[in-house]
């Protein structure tokens, strides 16, 4: 069978409900039984991550414990070089083959910054594109040839992730998150409450590990 799976990346800096609420909703929406998370080691179009790849991995450990929809994907940490996207879904494609559904998630600011990523036209060659809203950004690229390709691969058909292996961007109307990891880390810096922002067992991490403050 042709089961569909995802990968989501980010720098998880810490990891909070904006990414696992909106993403454990599109799994709902489409029929997604499984999502990878993939925390980066080196962001190459980003400054370096206040925590460690470790403290990074353990707080994606915490947040999902609970959560069978969710993995965990080391291969980026394990790497001492850049995590350029491109490589990494490359890679992906050769080891699960030509035929399986494959998809990348991404917040839909990381839609507008992706023509700026490396090799970005790439990507679709080995899998969809799945954009989850995110409050603030607009769903229109700056660049007139940007917008004429993502209109030239865009779906509202979400079966289309499940036949085809490849190639398709899907915007997913997934519910609205006013949260990012700049936020919490600006909020715990101040000592204010983050409770609704990300999980009890993270936050209890952090505390314990005295990160961010
Ligand atoms: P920072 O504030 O440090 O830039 P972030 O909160 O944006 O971090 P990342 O780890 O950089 O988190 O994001 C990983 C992925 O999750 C990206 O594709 C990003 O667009 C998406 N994402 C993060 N927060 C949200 C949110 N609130 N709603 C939807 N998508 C989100």
């Not at 989501?8 to 454990?24: I, N, R, S, W």
């Not at 080391?74 to 998809?103: F, I, K, M």
């Not at 409770?195 to 991490?205: F, N, S």
Request: charged fraction near 20%; aromatic fraction near 8%; hydrophobic fraction near 35%.
């Amino acid at each position: 069978m042709n089961q569909l799976q995802a990968l989501f990346g980010g720098t998880f800096d810490p990891v909070h409900y904006g990414h696992l609420k909106p993403v454990e909703a599109l799994a709902n929406l489409i029929g997604l039984s499984k999502v990878i998370i993939m925390p980066n080691n080196v962001p190459p179009h980003r400054p370096q991550p206040e925590a460690t790849s470790q403290q990074r991995k353990k707080m994606v450990e915490l947040a999902i414990a609970d959560k069978p929809l969710f993995t965990l994907d080391e291969r980026e940490l394990r790497r001492d070089t850049p995590s350029y996207t491109a490589q990494t879904l490359h890679e992906w494609r050769e080891q699960q083959g030509a035929e399986r559904s494959l998809a990348f998630i991404i917040g839909q600011d990381s839609l507008l910054t992706f023509p700026s990523w490396h090799h970005y036209d790439t990507i679709l060659d080995n899998c969809h594109l799945i954009v989850c809203r995110r409050p603030g950004y607009p769903l229109a690229m700056e660049q007139a040839e940007h917008q004429q390709w993502l209109e030239a691969h865009l779906t509202t058909n979400p079966e289309d992730l499940h036949t085809l292996p490849a190639g398709k961007i899907f915007l997913a109307e997934t519910p609205w998150f006013n949260i990012s990891a700049t936020i919490i880390r600006e909020r715990l810096e101040r000592n204010e409450p983050c409770d609704d922002l990300l999980p009890d067992a993270v936050l209890d991490y952090i505390n314990e590990q005295g990160l961010y403050h």
